[in-house]
């Protein structure tokens, strides 16, 4: 039995230890906001926070994650309001096709948590997940526009 902690709430669960987090993330207990891309730690799609670091959940073992506070996009915001960066992502119209845009998001939560004023380069050097649709010039605005 495995014990995860997701958006405060504690999940106990049947994996082996070397289970991708991302499988008990998605399909164990259902939260699918959390999307597979490569599989291969590569493209982001699959970014969650655990303990408030942005992390690759596909390449993450669920024995890796027992014990720490894991964050997805389900419970970045709260019940009341959307978290900053989502509601830039919204005003600043990021998504095209929409499916990696919320490791997207998580990405760039971790950023601002850490750096609440990041430079362009800064920005460019961290925001490294891959968007099939070309909307990085978005995705950067709203990250600058979420750090004002
Ligand atoms: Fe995890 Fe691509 S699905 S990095």
């Known amino acids: 039995m495995t014990t995860l902690l997701i958006n405060g709430e504690s999940h106990e669960i049947e994996a082996e230890d070397d289970m991708p987090l991302l499988w008990a993330i998605r399909d ?8 597979f891309g490569c599989g291969m ?20 073992p669920v024995s890796a994650a027992e014990g720490k506070a894991i964050t997805t996009i ?25 499916y990696c845009q919320s490791g997207q998001i998580m990405a760039a939560a971790a950023l601002l948590a850490e750096n609440p004023n990041p430079s362009d380069e800064e920005i460019r ?11 990085y010039q978005q995705i950067f605005a709203a990250v600058k526009r979420a750090a004002q």
């Open 125 to 135: 050097a961290k925001m490294v997940n891959y968007c099939r649709c070309g909307t």
């Open 74 to 98: 389900e419970g970045l915001g709260s019940e009341q309001s959307l978290h900053p960066v989502q509601q830039a992502w919204i005003d600043q119209e990021v998504s095209q096709c929409g």
């Open 28 to 35: 164990v207990i259902g939260y699918t906001g959390t999307k």
């Open 41 to 60: 730690g590569l493209c982001g799609a699959c970014s969650i926070h655990l303990d408030g670091q942005v992390t690759r959940s596909c390449i993450t």
